[in-house]
Nanobody, 124 residues
Framework: QVQPVESGGGLVQAGDSLRLSCAAS????????MGWFRRAPRKEREFVGA????????NYADSVKGRFTIARDNAKNTVYLQMNSLKPEDTAVYYC?????????????????WGQGTQVTVSS
């Protein structure tokens, strides 16, 4: 199993960039697809993006496509979420999650392990 721990959140202005990191303990990090989700105030948790075990494939929510990029470094047991051109509507708690299933899922129910989240606040 793995235990994800997010970092890198903070308060930024609209148009700024921010990079979140998710370090996962455990020896089998490369056996898991990794996803990013977020929960904005008074909203349901939503899918942001995901990356396959090898890092060869990714998919993204339409709301972040072209602005956010996911990458992973299996040697460091870390996955990243690079967020550019941030908007106030990106304000949320961002969660990293690990899935043992093949492929890339947008469903939070298909992720086995979750981090505690990191707050991202974008001011206008």
């Amino acid at each position: 199993q793995v235990q994800p721990v997010e970092s890198g959140g903070g308060l930024v202005q609209a148009g700024d960039s921010l990079r979140l990191s998710c370090a996962a303990s455990g020896r089998t990090f490369s056996n898991y697809a990794m996803g990013w989700f977020r929960r904005a105030p008074r909203k349901e948790r939503e899918f942001v993006g995901a990356i396959t075990r090898s890092g060869a494939s990714r998919n993204y929510a339409d709301s972040v496509k072209g602005r956010f990029t996911i990458a992973r470094d299996n040697a460091k047991n870390t996955v990243y979420l690079q967020m550019n051109s941030l908007k106030p509507e990106d304000t949320a708690v961002y969660y990293c999650a690990a899935s043992s299933r093949l492929g890339l899922s947008r469903l939070s129910s298909e992720y086995d392990y979750w981090g505690q989240g990191t707050q991202v606040t974008v001011s206008s």
